[in-house]
């Protein structure tokens, strides 16, 4: 015992003047901070580490074993479940919006094919005058917008690219080609992205090769089939037809290009996919002035549409009377109402992408696009089969 004591005072007195030194650099780092007059921020020393880490500075964790284990799951919970959460928005928004616009897009498409340009043009607007909320500052006028984070050159190739990607997509339409075969065509988005990964210098590995290629053939064969069994009959336009096919064709190289851009603009400058879309929609719409004279004539189409059906006065027979009387003249125009429909769903399906886009790569954007295009094939072989019920 008494070797002992003498060993505890020899270190304690060993510990003495290394905690005496301690204290005099603080003291001296106090006065020398304090020599300007400013302020002297207060420390914050952690004292008291995890008992999760106990063990890892030696101190000795005596709780039950079942405790810990519910202290980490509890542990890796709380720190998990804001990316599930984030990964449950994304795919929400993509696969809810996106296979919702598929529904719109072909009750529009069926009877007027030449509106794809109308349809792009005000997609663009509406995401561009809902994305100046998000960009708004009061405090810098005239135009009252945040400062970039990304320098507007930068965008204006993605810009450029948007644009035309979507204006040919829609085109496309106007060239005899069925919703089932554009997404049978778009459906090779994940072939085109690793090809263009490829001559941009991007490496993948065999996994990641043989799982797009699976993809593909499965989106392509259960869209081919789909479309067969209901046309059963080949298209007879063909040129048409084949315009088409390369215009489509144009719009997925166009749409690998940027998708490589985008990931390379977001490691250079951070996920500013707020900033992306705003700036991609906003400086993008003088761009569709060539096109006011036909976007007005779709437009016209449109309105003169058949009414869109509404609910039955039997169902409505709690309602006041003036407001009975003058539902019968109420008129809806069905297309515009599907217009509506599809902007709003296409700016779900936008943010979706773009979230997904800056925390991920741009293959891991294609396959996830190829997987909704999958569930996509479904919304219109629902329709075909009201019609034929219907008929």
């Not at 009877?111 to 909320?133: C, H, K, N, R, W």
């Not at 392509?220 to 084949?242: H, L, R, Y």
């Not at 951070?270 to 719409?285: D, M, Q, T, V």
């Not at 509404?310 to 217009?339: A, C, G």
């Amino acid at each position: 015992m008494a070797r002992r004591r003498r060993a505890d005072s020899a270190s304690n007195q060993q510990q003495a003047p290394m905690t005496i030194q301690r204290r005099r650099s603080t003291l001296r780092d106090l006065q020398a901070s304090n020599t300007d007059g400013d302020v002297v921020a207060p420390k914050v020393i952690n004292a008291a580490p995890s008992l999760e880490k106990a063990e890892m500075y030696g101190i000795n964790d005596k709780r039950p074993r079942s405790s810990k284990l519910l202290a980490m799951a509890g542990r890796i919970f709380i720190e998990t479940i804001p990316q599930w959460l984030a990964v449950g928005a994304m795919l929400g928004l993509i696969f809810g919006g996106c296979c919702s616009n598929v529904f719109a897009l072909e009750a529009i498409v069926k009877v007027e094919p030449d509106s794809g340009t109308l349809m792009t043009f005000v997609q663009f607007l509406f995401v561009a005058v809902t994305g100046y909320i998000s960009q708004f500052d009061q405090s810098r006028p005239p135009l009252f917008l945040t400062p970039n984070r990304v320098p507007i050159r930068r965008w204006i190739i993605n810009i450029v690219l948007f644009f035309t990607i979507n204006v040919l997509n829609n085109h496309a339409f106007s060239y005899n080609i069925s919703v089932p075969m554009h997404i049978i065509l778009r459906s090779g988005g994940s072939i085109t992205t690793l090809a263009g990964g490829y001559i941009w210098g991007k490496r993948f590995s065999r996994i990641q090769v043989i799982a797009v290629t699976l993809l593909t053939i499965g989106v392509v064969t259960a869209a081919w089939s789909d479309a067969q069994s209901k046309n059963g009959k080949v298209d007879e336009d063909i040129p048409s037809f084949n315009t088409g096919l390369v215009i489509l064709f144009i719009a997925q190289v166009l749409s690998a290009i940027m998708g490589l851009y985008t990931e390379e603009t977001y490691k250079e400058y951070g996920p500013h996919w707020k900033e992306n879309l705003f700036y991609s929609h906003l400086l993008a719409l003088p761009l569709f002035a060539p096109f006011i004279p036909s976007m007005h004539r779709q437009l016209l189409k449109l309105a003169s549409s058949a009414p869109l059906g509404l609910p039955t006065l039997d169902s409505l027979q709690n309602l006041p009377s003036d407001l009975l009387s003058k539902l019968p003249h109420i008129y809806l125009p069905s297309q515009l109402i599907y217009l509506a429909m599809n902007v709003l769903t296409q700016y779900a399906c936008i943010r979706g992408v773009n979230l997904l886009a800056a925390a991920s790569s741009a293959l891991t954007v294609t396959i996830v696009l190829n997987l909704k295009e999958v569930m996509g094939i479904g919304i219109p072989s629902t329709i075909y089969r009201s019609d034929e019920v219907a008929t």
